[in-house]
């Protein structure tokens, strides 16, 4: 990146804005079910990270090595893709990544992108365990 940054500004990979608006979405959501408002500065927090993820992830569609971020060197594949190397279903694959078992990051809103070694990594060693 070029240019000079505002003072008080942060700077954002482009994963972890994406991260940061749901992780904020999600607090907004959890105060609407304990039936206390949201602060209107949080409201407005998530609707620029929402802003900025947003215009991160149309980039990619143009551009998908702009967007890659700092983790461009870790080749990622979808969780259909990571089931079949898996041998399990896709349902399973989405609990390993939940439980925290298998890395993965979102790309939009549905799409889990598993790391393919840490994937290909625990199916050899599912596979050394059967054997």
Do not use: F, H, K, Y
């Not at 409201?43 to 551009?63: E, G, Q, V």
Request: proline content about 6%.
């Amino acid at each position: 990146m070029t240019g000079v940054v505002p003072p008080g500004s942060v700077l954002l990979d482009p994963a972890d804005t994406a991260t940061a608006a749901w992780a904020i979405r999600e607090a907004i959501r959890a105060l609407a079910v304990a039936g206390q408002p949201a602060p209107v500065r949080l409201l407005a927090l998530a609707s620029t990270l929402s802003a900025a993820a947003a215009a991160t992830a149309s980039a990619a569609r143009t551009d998908p090595e702009a967007a890659a971020g700092s983790d461009a060197d870790v080749e990622v594949v979808p969780v259909s893709e990571a089931a079949e190397l898996l041998g399990l279903s896709e349902s399973r694959v989405r609990q390993l990544i939940a439980g925290g078992d298998l890395p993965a990051r979102r790309a939009g809103r549905r799409l889990l992108l598993v790391d393919r070694a840490a994937a290909a990594a625990l199916a050899a060693s599912r596979t050394s365990e059967g054997a």
